[in-house]
């Protein structure tokens, strides 16, 4: 598995360009991309752990189409295990995504659309990990603590256009533990907390819990009208209000379901089932295996889909 890191112009040239492109909302919108997703192997004796970005379309009779390009950024011995979570920016050029930086450290990488070339961000915390791109393109949230142990959310400034990158401005949002965070185009983020959703605004006030039957693992449609996200190891959808609160939640699949995420235009649903990538329509019908590995659980660390603006 090829392990790149951008080079110094190739880096700058594409910072640069992420710097002047516009913003969108989030998960943004578009026309649909690749998928993104961080995967492990299901033996242990294969160190390939990572991210890989694929193309998917569904081919009759095959089960595993070829991934279009698809990238490991290791730093031990266990390569970049899955769980850390991935994010596209608003216009789909690169993806944020969680990677091991030695055995007692995470931190947030950023690479090319493709999953070809990387480069690293600084360390915040000991645990930097489920990064979400703002709808302005120039900040992430993510989840940060000590390394194996509880974790709150945080902002950071990317400060695009420089080799080598920089950040600036981190913001602690939460103090009492919260993890997978999500920001929408409505400028709230999304995230779980005590066995529930919460949404908070971008400086840490107006907390307001969404859900009270339990939910975890959060995605914002592209317009914020409605989430998906997952209960009882089952995907179910909730629409949100003008008022930001959470209405009555629909149960979309009845055979499993992890990790859920719009399509960037809004018609379907991108989840993981039994270590394979499946995609449905938003009211859950029409449920087909998009991409499948034998040799590796895909998507168990969250799943990000591409706009193409």
Excluded at 117 to 134: E, I, Y
Excluded at 215 to 226: C, L, V
Aim: with cysteine.
């Amino acid at each position: 598995m090829t392990r790149r890191l951008l080079g110094p112009l190739a880096l700058l040239a594409l910072l640069a360009s992420l710097a002047l492109a516009p913003s969108a909302g989030a998960t943004f919108a578009g026309a649909n991309g690749r998928i993104a997703m961080t995967y492990s192997p299901n033996s242990n004796d294969d160190p390939d752990d990572g991210l890989r970005v694929i193309q998917p379309t569904p081919i009759p009779g095959v089960t595993s189409p070829p991934w279009s390009a698809s990238a490991c950024i290791g730093f031990n011995a266990q390569g970049c295990p899955a769980g850390l979570g991935t994010s596209f920016s608003p216009t789909g050029a690169v993806v944020a995504f969680g990677a091991v930086n030695g055995a007692t450290a995470n931190q947030i990488g950023i690479a090319a659309a493709d999953g070809t070339t990387m480069t690293l961000l600084p360390a915040q915390t000991a645990n930097d990990a489920q990064p979400s791109f703002a709808p302005a393109q120039s900040q992430l949230v993510f989840q940060g603590g000590t390394y194996n142990g509880p974790t709150n959310l945080y902002t950071l400034t990317v400060n695009l256009g420089y080799t080598p990158l920089t950040v600036s401005g981190l913001t602690q949002l939460t103090t009492t533990g919260a993890s997978n965070p999500d920001w929408g185009s409505n400028n709230r983020i999304a995230y779980t907390a005590n066995g529930n959703l919460s949404a908070i605004a971008p400086n840490g006030t107006k907390v307001q819990q969404l859900t009270r039957g339990g939910g975890d693992q959060a995605s914002w449609s592209p317009g914020a009208t409605a989430i998906v996200f997952t209960r009882a190891r089952q995907v179910w959808r909730m629409t949100v209000g003008a008022s930001g609160l959470g209405r009555a939640a629909v149960q979309l699949t009845h055979a499993g379901g992890s990790w859920p995420t719009w399509s960037p235009d809004g018609t379907l649903i991108a989840f993981e089932r039994g270590g394979s990538i499946w995609t449905m329509k938003a009211n859950g019908s029409g449920a087909r295996k998009v991409y499948a590995d034998p040799g590796v659980q895909l998507g168990a660390g969250g799943l990000a889909w591409q706009p193409l603006r």
